[in-house]
């Protein structure tokens, strides 16, 4: 029944722009389908994990947006997207970025489900692998410490670009209190983008929650500051993130990353690490890193082929894991696979 509904949902999604645009209104239906086969297995502990092979999703999407201009320089905006996985089949109506919202000269005011700006600056628009890959920086480095996450029942505001600065602010709504619990969350970034530099910090605090399950008397906090810049052929880019749990210790974590481009070939390399390990409430945390290492090839702006290598290093103790499609580990097994893949978006 729930496939059902979904199925439903999705034909009603892509007859919307068809429907709105002959009402005079811009809409636009647009998409991702990400697909890898991949080669993993995790090595070390008492039962390591064969190697197996298998197809995975890569966070593929369907979306519709559009606006309306209602005068004096106001426009009214929505978004409704919904991750599938080509896979299997798999996926939620309008569980990714969906929101609806008024923008005008002093910037945009939304309400719905979306990226906190901690994730905008912080993992999705400065990881070279853009969040999606076995190798990306979530696996060891912002995961750790849950704040690499899509907000739901939040606020958020984006600001119009001053001086090459933009800020963010967000503030996820306190519906699951409780007489024992007062859940909610606090994300705001300022983004410096100049040319071929773009530099950010961000602070994200969550209340009585761990990620984005309530629990009473724990607060998490997180500062993140992130960069790129472009010399020719060559783009740098780097994300330091200091993160802390009430009764906890303080996790440290970043990702250095090169690309190099040429033509339509484009080379990746990353090194990610997490120093005192998960936010937990032991002394001393033990700690990871991931290294990967991939090759694309641009056929367009829209398609490109990619092949790519991830290596996770775990102490005894951690369970860093791939940045996508985790494998079922113990603690400091070493997961590590090769990966093929194919996108397009439309």
């Not at 209190?177 to 773009?198: I, N, R």
């Not at 102490?315 to 997961?335: H, M, R, V, Y």
């Amino acid at each position: 029944m729930n496939r059902q509904r979904w199925m439903v949902a999705l034909a009603a999604l892509v007859a919307a722009p068809a429907a709105l645009a002959q009402a005079g209104d811009p809409v636009t239906l647009y998409g991702r389908v990400y697909v890898t086969g991949e080669s993993v297995e995790a090595k070390g502990g008492a039962t390591p994990v064969a190697r197996r092979s298998r197809v995975s999703d890569q966070s593929s999407l369907l979306g519709v947006r559009g606006t309306e201009n209602l005068g004096g320089g106001l426009t009214a905006f929505f978004q409704l997207e919904t991750g599938f996985s080509p896979d299997d089949t798999s996926g939620t109506f309008a569980r990714r970025n969906s929101a609806v919202g008024l923008r005008g000269a002093w910037g945009a005011l939304s309400m719905g489900r979306w990226d906190t700006p901690f994730k905008s600056t912080q993992v999705g628009s400065i990881d070279p692998w853009t969040d999606l890959q076995i190798g990306d920086i979530t696996g060891a480095a912002i995961r750790q410490g849950a704040f690499s996450q899509r907000a739901q029942n939040v606020v958020l505001y984006v600001s119009p670009t001053i001086a090459n600065l933009t800020l963010r602010a967000m503030y996820g709504a306190n519906e699951g209190k409780t007489a024992t619990v007062d859940p909610s969350l606090e994300s705001v970034s300022v983004t410096w983008a100049k040319g071929a530099g773009t530099f950010s910090y961000a602070y994200e605090k969550h209340n009585d929650s761990v990620g984005q399950t309530a629990t009473a008397g724990v607060d998490e906090e997180g500062n993140g500051i992130s960069g790129e810049y472009r010399f020719g052929p060559v783009k740098l880019s780097g994300q330091y993130g200091e993160y802390e749990r009430t009764r906890s210790t303080k996790q440290k974590s970043y990702q250095a990353g090169v690309q190099y481009y040429l033509g339509k070939h484009q080379f990746i390399l990353t090194y990610s690490a997490s120093k005192d390990g998960g936010l937990a409430t032991a002394a001393v945390q033990p700690e990871c890193d991931l290294t990967a290492v991939g090759y694309r090839y641009n056929f367009t702006r829209r398609t490109f082929l990619i092949a790519s290598y991830a290596k996770v290093e775990n102490d005894t103790g951690s369970l860093c894991n791939f940045g996508s499609n985790t494998l079922a580990i113990t603690e400091g097994q070493d997961p590590q696979g090769y990966s093929l893949g194919l996108r397009h978006v439309f």
